[in-house]
């Protein structure tokens, strides 16, 4: 199993970006997905998750309302779309296969991690 994201990249607070993250090795379109971060100094802490279908979808409170997950199963690649962006969400993001087909919100529940690609929000 591999999981390549990419995406991420220097972006001003108020603006957009657009993650992705490529899953080979194993049935994509049968386990949930999810994206966590990890800001500097702090632990990895979860961002969103779908389940195998795209829905439903969870989304820490943080980022509710500015970010969407979706997934293309025919592409075997999950997505996070970020809109308005702040400083506060600078961090390595990690997309991560689910141990299950339903949506997981804890690390515990994920069986395989990608790289991380690098988000940073600053003016």
């Known amino acids: 199993v591999q999981l390549q994201a990419s995406g991420g990249g220097l972006v001003q607070p108020g603006g957009s970006l657009r993650l992705s993250c490529v899953a080979t090795?194993?049935?994509?379109?049968?386990?949930?997905m999810g994206w966590f971060r990890q800001a500097p100094g702090k632990e990895r802490s979860f961002v969103a998750a779908?389940?195998?279908?795209?829905?439903?979808?969870r989304y820490a409170d943080s980022v509710k309302d500015r970010f969407t997950i979706t997934r293309d199963n025919t592409k075997n690649t999950v997505y996070l779309q970020m809109n308005n962006l702040v400083p506060e969400d600078t961090g390595v993001y990690y997309c991560?296969?689910?141990?299950?087909?339903?949506?997981?919100?804890?690390?515990?529940?994920?069986?395989?991690w990608g790289q991380g690609t690098q988000v940073t929000v600053s003016s």
């Open positions: 991560a296969q689910g141990s299950y087909s339903y949506v997981a919100t804890d690390a515990s529940q994920y069986a395989y």
């Open positions: 090795g194993y049935t994509f379109s049968r386990y949930g």
């Open positions: 779908q389940s195998f279908s795209g829905v439903p979808a």
